[in-house]
């Protein structure tokens, strides 16, 4: 089973950028689909994107395309989520998940929260 850490969450002001990493151990992370997912306040847990293990398949929310990108590091078992033109509608606690499916139920991280000030 993989365990994974997320990070890179913060305050940013609507337009600016962050860039999210989730760094996997345990199982070979190279041989997974790699997801992120959010949860906003008071709201349900929503899919943002996701890469195949080899790169050459991605796939993002309508919410989020033209504006983050999905990406990963096999050599370091990390995922990354390049946040750009960022909105006060994406603040959420953000995850990472071991799929390219729009859903996971399997266990969750402790995610990291990102906060987009107006």
Same mark, same amino acid.
């Given at each position: 089973?993989?365990?994974?850490?997320?990070? =890179?969450?913060?305050?940013?002001? !609507?337009?600016?950028?962050?860039?999210?990493?989730? !760094? !996997?151990?345990?199982?070979?992370?190279?041989?997974?689909?790699? *997801?992120?997912?959010?949860? *906003?306040?008071?709201?349900?847990?929503?899919?943002?994107?996701?890469?195949?293990?080899?790169?050459?398949? $991605?796939?993002?929310?309508?919410?989020?395309?033209?504006?983050?990108?999905?990406?990963?590091?096999?050599?370091?078992? $990390?995922?990354?989520?390049?946040?750009?033109?960022?909105?006060?509608?994406?603040? *959420?606690?953000?995850?990472? *998940?071991?799929?390219? =499916?729009?859903?996971?139920? =399997?266990?969750?991280?402790?995610?990291?929260?990102?906060?987009?000030?107006?």
């Amino acid at each position: 089973q993989v365990q994974l850490v997320e990070s =890179g969450g913060g305050l940013v002001q !609507a337009g600016g950028s962050l860039r999210l990493s989730c !760094a !996997a151990s345990g199982r070979t992370f190279s041989d997974s689909a790699m *997801a992120w997912f959010r949860q *906003a306040p008071g709201k349900e847990r929503e899919f943002v994107a996701s890469i195949n293990w080899s790169r050459s398949r $991605t796939s993002y929310a309508d919410s989020v395309k033209g504006r983050f990108t999905i990406s990963r590091n096999n050599a370091v078992s $990390t995922a990354y989520l390049q946040m750009d033109s960022l909105k006060p509608e994406d603040t *959420a606690v953000y995850y990472c *998940a071991p799929t390219f =499916g729009r859903g996971w139920s =399997g266990s969750w991280g402790k995610g990291t929260l990102v906060t987009v000030s107006s």
